[in-house]
């Protein structure tokens, strides 16, 4: 294999062009939003992203997993709301789903 000999240091080239990448994805964050005028629209914005992003990570998953899953996810929500306690949300979700999955609902 012609110059692929990277003479035992590809790992660590491999490691520092991540953290480059990982560096540079950080950066241009905060390079960005320094030049976004901040709206009342733009924080409204930005407040509701990460509920926006949990949920379009979780409701497909929870989907494909079935009725155990979504009933889990709906009683943490329902906890969460209740208690504002993630550890009663994590609890109550979890174990109304491994609950349906003992009794073998699903």
């Keep these: 294999m012609a110059g692929t000999d990277l003479g035992g240091y590809g790992s660590a080239l491999a490691i520092a062009?991540?953290?480059l990448a990982t560096y540079?994805?950080?950066i241009s964050g905060v390079v960005l939003m320094s030049r976004v005028r901040?709206?009342?629209a733009v924080q409204r914005a930005l407040t509701a992203l990460p509920g926006s992003?949990?949920?379009a990570t979780v409701v497909p998953i929870a989907a494909r997993s079935g009725l155990d899953a979504v009933a889990g996810?709906?009683?943490g929500v329902?906890?969460?709301a209740l208690t504002r306690n993630e550890v009663?949300?994590?609890a109550a979700g979890l174990g109304l789903a491994a609950g349906?999955?003992?009794l073998g609902l699903t």
Excluded: E, H, K, N
């Design 17 to 19: 062009a991540m953290a």
């Design 24 to 26: 540079l994805c950080r």
């Design 38 to 40: 901040l709206t009342p």
């Design 53 to 55: 992003i949990v949920a």
């Design 73 to 75: 996810i709906l009683a």
């Design 78 to 80: 329902v906890a969460m």
């Design 88 to 90: 009663v949300a994590l």
């Design 100 to 102: 349906i999955r003992f």
